[in-house]
């Protein structure tokens, strides 16, 4: 089976910090994804990546950044944290091109101060 | 605007009480429509996907179906087990990044 592995499951930061969360997969998927996931808005998209240092903004790309330095990891990057920014951040994987099914990391949820 | 909505929002059922959930989209160019479970604290798990109308796929008391405006989750006999929500995703252009999710429908089941 595939693993999605997000580094931390609670975070809690102030306004105006920069925020790191992490991803690794262990299968050789080659599509990474981040969500955020908020009551009454559903899963929306921030940002994909379909190979190593190449990335799309999403839906909702404002505020966030990304890095995929390695295939297997995939962070999202809180330059400065907001309140707004408050909710659930799930990462997930594909295999290649079309689509495909997605296997989800269990969530880190991230509450800002 | 593509959309996808899902209802009910919360399904209470009782044990062994046979219920159906619904996932209607409105995109052109259907490439997949996927169900997933999502049990609290936890992420989405995969069930299900659907490519083309009049399609089904089963597993255990969980029956998917697929028209060419809907899809349909029926879940047969349900045990307290089958409680959490229910996502659907709808691909709608083949690149990984065109994927909208519903907003799902929570289902609890009382023994």
């Known amino acids: 089976d595939v693993k999605v592995t997000q580094s931390s499951r609670y975070l809690v930061k102030r306004t105006g910090e920069k925020v790191f969360l992490e991803c690794v997969q262990d299968?050789?998927?080659?599509?990474m994804f981040w969500y955020r996931q908020d009551p009454g808005l559903g899963l929306r998209l921030i940002y994909f990546?379909?190979?190593?240092?190449?990335?799309e903004k999403g839906d909702i790309p404002e505020g966030y950044s990304v890095s995929r330095e390695k295939k297997e990891r995939f962070s999202l990057i809180l330059e400065s944290a907001s309140t707004n920014q408050t909710s659930m951040y799930l990462c997930?994987?594909?295999?290649?091109?079309?689509?495909?099914?997605?296997?989800f990391g269990a969530g880190s949820r991230l509450t800002v101060l | 605007e593509d959309q996808v909505t899902q209802s009910p929002e919360a399904l209470r059922l009782q044990e062994g009480e046979s219920s159906s959930l619904n996932c209607s989209y409105t995109?052109?160019?259907?490439?997949?429509l996927f169900w997933y479970r999502q049990d609290p604290g936890k992420g989405p798990e995969f069930l299900f996907t659907?490519?083309?109308a009049g399609e089904e796929k089963e597993k255990e008391r969980l029956k998917a179906t697929l028209t060419k405006k809907e899809s349909f989750l029926h879940i047969t006999a349900p045990k307290p087990e089958d409680s959490a929500t229910y996502l659907c995703?709808?691909?709608?252009?083949?690149?990984?990044?065109?994927?909208?999710f519903g907003k799902g429908t929570k289902l609890s089941v009382k023994p």
């Open positions: 997930a994987t594909s295999r290649g091109a079309g689509a495909n099914v997605l296997t």
């Open positions: 299968m050789d998927h080659e599509n």
């Open positions: 990546s379909y190979d190593v240092k190449m990335k």
């Open positions: 995109v052109s160019g259907l490439r997949g």
């Open positions: 659907l490519y083309s």
């Open positions: 995703a709808v691909n709608y252009g083949g690149s990984q990044g065109n994927l909208i």
